[in-house]
């Protein structure tokens, strides 16, 4: 059974966004920990990273433990950010209802006072 491409990028973006708010709850992690926190094997969490590291979403730090052993931290950059919250408004159907009920109180608010 064949898989569409459209749901295959949509599972794919949903995974990096997945990706991006472990990533801003913790301050950084390891790939080890994004994959056991995401339930995926480490090569596609690798993948994701690798694409999200293009996209300017997320960037690499290596720190040094002892003299040849390094650990790779990732943290969001504020691109990154700034495409998850947009992401979290398109894809929150609370969110727009939020925002219905403000313009609402805004309208109601404002017509009390005799603004337009």
């Given at each position: 059974m064949a898989i569409e491409t459209n749901s295959n990028s949509e599972l794919?973006?949903?995974?990096?966004?997945?990706?991006?708010?472990?990533i801003i709850k913790n301050q950084t992690k390891t790939e080890n920990k994004?994959?056991?926190?995401?339930?995926?094997?480490?090569?596609?969490?690798?993948?994701?990273?690798?694409?999200?590291?293009?996209?300017?979403?997320?960037?690499?730090?290596?720190?040094?433990?002892?003299l040849f052993f390094s650990r790779d931290y990732?943290?969001?950059?504020?691109?990154?950010?700034a495409a998850l919250e947009s992401a979290t408004r398109f894809y929150d159907p609370w969110?727009?209802?939020?925002g219905i009920l403000k313009e609402q109180v805004k309208k109601i608010f404002f017509s009390s006072l005799g603004i337009r």
């Open positions: 794919v973006i949903r995974l990096e966004f997945k990706i991006l708010g472990l994004i994959a056991k926190a995401v339930c995926l094997d480490t090569v596609i969490v690798s993948q994701l990273i690798t694409n999200l590291m293009s996209k300017g979403y997320i960037e690499r730090a290596r720190r040094r433990r002892l990732f943290y969001i950059t504020i691109d990154g950010i969110n727009e209802i939020v």
